[in-house]
């Protein structure tokens, strides 16, 4: 990101991603339930969190 902005460019792609996740958590042949659809976000986080941490620690061993 260029100064902490997000473009209108990059937030329509965020949306996507998110409509894509959502979609696929409530149709299909699953059915989850809420608190089987917060397991799944909770994890896509802690996949978020784990690669920012990754991606820090090399950063800081470039430098």
Excluded: C, Y
């Amino acid at each position: 990101m260029d100064g902490g902005k997000i473009t209108p460019f990059r937030m329509q792609i965020l949306m996507e991603i998110a409509a894509r996740v959502v979609k696929t958590m409530v149709t299909g042949a699953w059915h989850l339930t809420f608190e089987e659809m917060e397991i799944v976000l909770d994890m896509i986080k802690r996949e978020i969190e784990e690669s920012r941490k990754k991606n820090s620690e090399s950063s800081e061993e470039d430098t």
